[in-house]
């Protein structure tokens, strides 16, 4: 490393956030960033720990430790130090397709495996990627790259997620022919319309869109294979097919009262408000408004905590998110060791936001819902909650009970269930007669993306389930090297 003793001498500092009575006034982006200076101390913290955990990649107890896609982070940590901000980019491109998204949404497993945050704090990993991406950007590095020969080979991608734009970077770099079909009006699938725009500005995935195009790759919106198009077309005319289409069955809940009016799943509540800010600033007032509305969100996850945010922001009158889970520690419990992922109590954008503008964390765990209860016109008006206890019975399995007593009512206008997803959208496989398993994704053989239909391939949260977005890009990538070698023979694609 270009400073051996660095995580001696620096402390661990990163950028700063808009204060959340500021940033709730707007849909931006509300991070600030270090200076360059500031940013190659950080680098200089990276230890030389000679087993780069923060790289690996690895499950452990079903938890990611470290980065998916074995990013070189020590690298081009080294290299940001060092002042060569072009041989970083360089290396970070190397492994990570889009670091533009992934500097931005991504938790950071990296950091939560870095060496030095075992004793100390965890270098800037997620910021010093930012730093590079955003420099090579700024300074002209990052420019359309076509390939010199085409291979006359032609690939449909169905789905334009980071699984499926992954997918297509890599077999177009590698000379085939590329379709994105993508069934909305706007392409990047759950990062255009399922991540908030505070979270990932739209014109960041703009500015990459771009580069895609003019490198080759062609994208048809509101295309929506198995619908408007069929899928025997598309096995027809390409040499490949690959379905990137998402893990996109919301999990319902299932009480009294649910087909109240006022009642919708996190993904459209989030969907329309992003479309109709994209559209018109939310002029055209085609979203679902939680303006001088008692919000419950039902879930703890990602997903709930966006809608936490974009309710607040829409001028939601209270906000309630039920967790089931119990309340997470505030350090690693004993059995939840390093390099481990932390199961820490974290306090994100959207709960800091209810408590600076409601005066408390509007989460209450252990917590469900038993009943909606609805006015003469079908309207939610209330919801009945209750405590929850864990019950592990003599063969380990674990259930929930209700705690006898603990029963409330609470006062609702406006309800947004995210409670996760349950698998990949029944019609596209079957338009394409795949086979799917017991958890509702397209099945495969293991270490496989081939499905059941010679020439159709699948990748991302509808072959592995829901994911994060780092785990999306680490799919399309793999498929794109099966693809590859399946066309070809071999690949060298990385």
Not at 34 to 62: N, T, W
Not at 230 to 238: M, V
Not at 305 to 312: F, L
């Amino acid at each position: 490393m270009g400073k051996a003793t660095g995580f001696l001498e620096f402390e661990r500092k990163s950028g700063g956030e808009i204060s959340p009575k500021e940033r709730i006034k707007h849909f931006q982006d509300f991070h600030e960033h270090l200076l360059k200076r500031e940013q190659e101390q950080q680098a200089a913290r990276c230890m030389d720990c000679g087993v780069p955990f923060c790289q690996s990649g690895m499950m452990i107890k079903g938890m990611t430790s470290g980065c998916p896609l074995n990013n070189l982070i020590p690298e081009w940590n080294d290299l940001i130090y060092l002042e060569k901000p072009d041989r970083a980019l360089g290396r970070l491109l190397k492994t990570n397709s889009f670091p533009e998204f992934t500097s931005r949404v991504c938790p950071a497993p990296c950091e939560a495996a870095c060496t030095c945050g075992l004793n100390d704090t965890p270098v800037t990993i997620k910021e010093n990627e930012w730093s590079i991406i955003e420099n090579g950007y700024a300074n002209g590095l990052v420019q359309p790259n076509p390939p010199k020969v085409r291979t006359g080979k032609k690939i449909a991608v169905v789905g334009s997620g980071p699984s499926g734009l992954a997918a297509a970077d890599q077999l177009n770099k590698r000379g085939h022919s590329v379709v994105v079909f993508e069934r909305n009006d706007r392409v990047g699938g759950l990062l255009m319309y399922g991540i908030p725009n505070m979270k990932l500005e739209k014109n960041v995935i703009d500015r990459k869109i771009d580069i895609m195009k003019a490198e080759g790759i062609e994208f048809v919106t509101n295309a929506d294979i198995g619908n408007s198009i069929k899928a025997e077309r598309l096995i027809k005319d390409y040499d490949s097919v690959i379905l990137a289409c998402g893990a996109s069955n919301p999990r319902d809940i299932k009480v009294p009262g649910r087909d109240g009016k006022g009642i919708y799943f996190a993904v459209n509540f989030l969907k329309a408000t992003t479309k109709s800010l994209l559209d018109s600033d939310l002029k055209d007032g085609k979203y679902i408004s939680a303006k001088g509305k008692n919000v419950l969100v039902i879930g703890g996850g990602d997903t709930g905590n966006d809608c936490v945010g974009t309710s607040i922001r829409h001028g939601a009158k209270s906000v309630v998110q039920l967790e089931m889970m119990p309340k997470p520690p505030v350090e690693r419990a004993n059995d939840n060791l390093w390099p481990e992922w932390p199961k820490v109590l974290k306090t994100d954008y959207g709960q800091q936001e209810a408590i600076a503008v409601f005066g408390r964390d509007p989460r209450l765990y252990e917590t469900t819902v038993t009943e909606f209860v609805l006015d003469k016109d079908g309207n939610v008006v209330k919801a009945k909650i209750v405590k929850l206890e864990k019950k592990v019975d003599k063969n380990g399995v674990v259930s929930f009970g209700h705690v006898k007593g603990s029963e409330k009512t609470i006062d609702v206008d406006l309800v947004l269930i995210a409670a996760g997803f349950v698998g990949a959208e029944s019609y596209v496989a079957q338009a394409f007669k795949i086979e799917l398993n017991e958890r509702t994704n397209v099945k495969t053989s293991e270490n496989s993306f081939h499905t059941n239909v010679p020439k159709v391939f699948v990748t991302g949260d509808m072959h592995r389930g829901q994911s994060l977005v780092v785990w999306a890009i680490k799919e399309g990538r793999s498929v794109a090297r099966e693809v590859d070698k399946t066309l070809m023979g071999y690949t060298n694609l990385v």
